[in-house]
């Protein structure tokens, strides 16, 4: 053949010819065979790379279909905490306006003192402890039955002061403030009966560092709530009866009434203009 892939001869007995395969044939066969090889090859790497595609485009159709959603989701909430707030303030709005027509109760005048004077002193009691648990954390300050009787004594002035003498003089105002500031917010909801035993065990002298430290927390935690619960309780009254900044009379007119709180201020309700 032309193309070398077989050979002819021809029989010299029987003067058949005959075609015999060379390897030029197997060679041309196997390129054959491997183009067509390589051809579904990349009809299958086409059709992978369509379908790949496809998916990853149905995928990121899903994905923003998904944060649309999402974002008018979060659009509808933060439109409802409008319309909340607004109605809020339109409560508020209302109730000051109400409020304006009279006068404010003397009681809700008391009421108000003296949540503002417990939630005052609490705080101010929570800023002192923060000092008094330094002293007993860094030992600057030692507590227990023999230490308090002989500084009791220094303070009464029957025994020499010593460098805890001052100390511990700080520390029995801070027990004094406590206990009066306790006393003060037990005139509306009665303290929880932990931080009553807390605070009388500190209050007998008898404990050390460690056990003193560890009634301080229970007290610092229920003076806390006292303080957040009197504030709240203040800023709803104010709400109700619009009194911040509104309960200045006109000159010439009288003073309607007035009275004394529980911690001694005095107080006076005078007419709106």
Same mark, same amino acid.
């Given at each position: 053949?032309?193309?070398?892939?077989?050979?002819?001869?021809?029989?010299?007995?029987?003067?058949?010819?005959?075609?015999?395969?060379?390897?030029?044939?197997?060679?041309?066969?196997?390129?054959?065979?491997?183009?067509?090889?390589?051809?579904?090859?990349?009809?299958?790497?086409?059709?992978?790379?369509?379908?790949?595609?496809?998916?990853? $485009?149905?995928?990121?159709?899903?994905?923003?279909? $998904?944060?649309?959603?999402?974002? #008018?989701?979060?659009?509808?909430?933060?439109?409802?905490?409008?319309?909340?707030?607004?109605?809020?303030? $339109?409560?508020?709005?209302?109730?000051?306006?109400?409020?304006?027509?009279?006068?404010?109760?003397?009681?809700?005048?008391?009421?108000?003192?003296?949540?503002?004077?417990?939630?005052?002193? *609490?705080?101010?009691?929570?800023?002192? =402890?923060?000092?008094?648990?330094?002293? =007993?954390?860094?030992? $600057?300050?030692?507590?227990?039955?023999?230490?308090?009787?002989?500084?009791?004594? *220094? =303070? +009464?002035?029957?025994?020499?002061?010593?460098?805890?003498?001052?100390?511990?003089?700080?520390?029995?105002?801070?027990?004094?403030?406590?206990?009066?500031?306790?006393? =003060?917010?037990?005139?509306?909801?009665?303290? #929880?009966?932990?931080?009553?035993?807390?605070?009388?065990?500190?209050?007998?002298?008898?404990?050390?560092? +460690?056990?003193?430290?560890?009634?301080?927390?229970?007290?610092?935690?229920?003076?806390? !709530?006292?303080?957040?619960?009197?504030?709240?309780?203040?800023?709803?009254?104010?709400?109700?009866?619009?009194? #911040?900044?509104?309960?200045?009379?006109?000159?010439?007119?009288?003073?309607?009434?007035?009275?004394?709180?529980?911690?001694?201020?005095?107080?006076?309700?005078?007419? !709106?203009?």
């Amino acid at each position: 053949m032309a193309d070398g892939a077989f050979i002819a001869s021809t029989d010299p007995r029987t003067g058949e010819t005959r075609l015999s395969r060379t390897p030029v044939a197997d060679y041309q066969q196997g390129l054959t065979q491997a183009r067509f090889d390589n051809q579904v090859g990349l009809a299958r790497l086409a059709g992978d790379f369509a379908g790949a595609r496809q998916q990853s $485009q149905q995928s990121f159709d899903a994905r923003m279909t $998904q944060l649309k959603i999402d974002a #008018e989701s979060a659009d509808a909430d933060k439109a409802c905490d409008a319309r909340y707030e607004l109605a809020r303030m $339109q409560i508020d709005a209302r109730r000051a306006a109400a409020s304006a027509n009279r006068p404010v109760p003397p009681s809700a005048m008391k009421q108000y003192i003296e949540q503002n004077d417990v939630a005052s002193q *609490s705080n101010q009691v929570l800023s002192q =402890l923060d000092g008094i648990e330094r002293m =007993l954390s860094s030992g $600057q300050l030692q507590l227990g039955a023999l230490s308090n009787a002989r500084q009791k004594a *220094s =303070l +009464a002035g029957f025994l020499p002061s010593n460098e805890l003498t001052p100390l511990y003089g700080e520390y029995q105002q801070f027990l004094t403030r406590m206990a009066n500031v306790s006393l =003060l917010a037990a005139k509306g909801t009665q303290t #929880e009966g932990d931080a009553e035993r807390a605070r009388a065990a500190i209050v007998s002298g008898n404990g050390d560092n +460690a056990s003193v430290l560890a009634n301080l927390r229970v007290v610092r935690e229920v003076l806390r !709530r006292q303080a957040d619960q009197a504030s709240q309780n203040a800023s709803t009254i104010n709400r109700t009866y619009g009194i #911040e900044g509104n309960h200045e009379a006109s000159p010439g007119r009288a003073i309607n009434s007035g009275g004394v709180t529980s911690t001694g201020h005095r107080f006076t309700v005078l007419p !709106r203009r």
